[in-house]
C-alpha cells in the first residue's frame, strides 16, 4: 500500500505543508507531511476507482479498511484505542437495499468479512452467521481492544471451540462445510 512507511523520504517537496501544533521535531513534521500529501494522493486514486466501478456492468463490490493507525502517531501507546480504530467503508456498485450510507459502527476485523455478505445481500458461509451471533454480544472481539473482556455468551463459548477444533484440534469443522 503506498501509504505505509517509511515516511519523511516519499516526496522532495510536498504540494502541501504542514506543522504541527505538538512538540514535534522537523522531521517527524516531514513524515507527517508526507502522510498526508500519500493520503490525499490515494484518496485522489480511490475516487478513481469508484468512479470506474460505477460504469461496471458486472456487480461489484469493494471493502477497503486498514489494520492500523500510520507510524507517524508512534507516541501513542499501545493501549490507546485510537491508535487501533480505522475507518472502513464498503462500497457496491449497485443498490444493495441497505441505502446509500450507513455506519456499521466498530467492528473488529473478523467481523467484516459478515458485514460484507451482508451488505452485498449474499449467503454466507455458516461460520459468518456465529462470528455475526458473536458480534451482537461483542462487535470488538480482539485482543488489542481494552475497553472491556469480551462477553461471555453462548455464541462467544462456540466461536471458542471451533477456533480450537480448527488450531488445535482435530479439524472436525473443516469437514463439514461450515466455512464455506
Known amino acids: 500500500m503506498q501509504n505505509h512507511t517509511p515516511y519523511g523520504n516519499q516526496y522532495d517537496t510536498n504540494d502541501h505543508t504542514f506543522t504541527s501544533t505538538a512538540n514535534t521535531t522537523a522531521d517527524?513534521?516531514?513524515?507527517?507531511?508526507d502522510y498526508l500529501e500519500l493520503i490525499r494522493t490515494s484518496d485522489e486514486a480511490l475516487g478513481y476507482l469508484i468512479d470506474e466501478l460505477k460504469t461496471f456492468d458486472e456487480k461489484t463490490v469493494v471493502v477497503f479498511w486498514g489494520d492500523h493507525l500510520p507510524g507517524v502517531y508512534g507516541s501513542l501507546p499501545d493501549a490507546e484505542i485510537k491508535k487501533w480504530e480505522t475507518p472502513f467503508f464498503i462500497y457496491a456498485?449497485?443498490?444493495?437495499?441497505e441505502g446509500s450510507a450507513r455506519d456499521l459502527g466498530a467492528l473488529s476485523p473478523n467481523n467484516i468479512s459478515p458485514a460484507l455478505f451482508r451488505t452485498a445481500g449474499l449467503?454466507?458461509?455458516a461460520f459468518y452467521y456465529l462470528v455475526d451471533e458473536v458480534r451482537k454480544a461483542d462487535p470488538?472481539?480482539?485482543r488489542r481492544y481494552p475497553?472491556?473482556?469480551p462477553a461471555d455468551s453462548e455464541a462467544?463459548?462456540?466461536?471458542?471451540?471451533?477456533q480450537y477444533d480448527v488450531?488445535?484440534?482435530e479439524g472436525y469443522s473443516l469437514k463439514t462445510?461450515?466455512?464455506g
Open 28 to 33: 517527524e513534521n516531514e513524515a507527517i507531511a
Open 93 to 97: 456498485n449497485f443498490d444493495t437495499g
Open 123 to 125: 449467503k454466507a458461509p
Open 140 to 142: 470488538t472481539l480482539t
Open 147 to 149: 475497553h472491556k473482556q
Open 156 to 162: 462467544l463459548q462456540e466461536y471458542e471451540l471451533i
Open 167 to 169: 488450531m488445535s484440534g
Open 177 to 179: 462445510g461450515f466455512f
